[in-house]
């Protein structure tokens, strides 16, 4: 009994706490990440501040993404027109112009949009270089997620690196 208990004493003695690296974003997504100095979850984002930058992530919920506008029906579009000038052609004039607004405020430009695909989700992005700030959005079936990275260049594209298949 006694050789038991100071075997499992000196085992937990050398063993640290450790976090998962994997953020699971969904039954088909996940992300990798490096162990953060703080995580923080407020009401309903999710925030892993590092040394020098952080990440944010939270669902896009159609009805509080602005205040006093329900987006219910078109945010898949509402949000892809953000980054494809094209797409707003789908949507009425008003949320042309707020479209416009918002591809100013992420600082989208002609080249600096960035894309991948991980399974059948779509991941679309823009780093504002000015800002050091950038916004994915992963579109999957059932729900968008935003994720928003306060870094350089070197991080965001980190991070779109890191989302992968579960």
């Known amino acids: 009994m006694l050789r038991s208990t ?3 004493l000196s085992l937990l003695a050398f063993c640290s706490p450790t976090f998962s690296d994997t953020l699971i974003l969904s039954d088909n997504l996940q992300l990798k990440y490096e162990d953060p100095k703080l995580i923080a979850h407020t009401e309903d984002t999710l925030i892993l501040k590092y040394q020098d930058w952080s990440l ?3 669902l896009v919920n159609p009805r ?3 205040p006093r506008i329900d987006l219910s029906g078109v ?3 509402f949000l892809r027109s953000i980054f494809y000038s094209n797409e707003r052609k789908k949507l009425p004039e008003w949320l042309r112009i707020l479209s416009a607004e ?3 405020l992420f600082g989208v430009g002609t080249s600096n949009v960035s894309q991948k695909r991980v399974g059948q989700a779509e991941i679309v992005g823009v780093l504002n270089s000015q800002e050091s700030s950038s916004h994915l959005y992963i579109f999957e079936e059932l729900k968008i997620h935003h994720l928003q990275v306060n870094g350089d260049n070197k991080k965001f594209k980190a991070v779109i690196e890191s989302i992968e298949a579960r």
Do not use: G, I, P, S
Request: net charge negative.
């Open 6 to 8: 100071v075997a499992l």
């Open 56 to 58: 944010m992530h939270e």
């Open 64 to 66: 509080t993404f602005y």
């Open 75 to 77: 945010e898949r579009t």
């Open 102 to 104: 918002q591809a100013e």
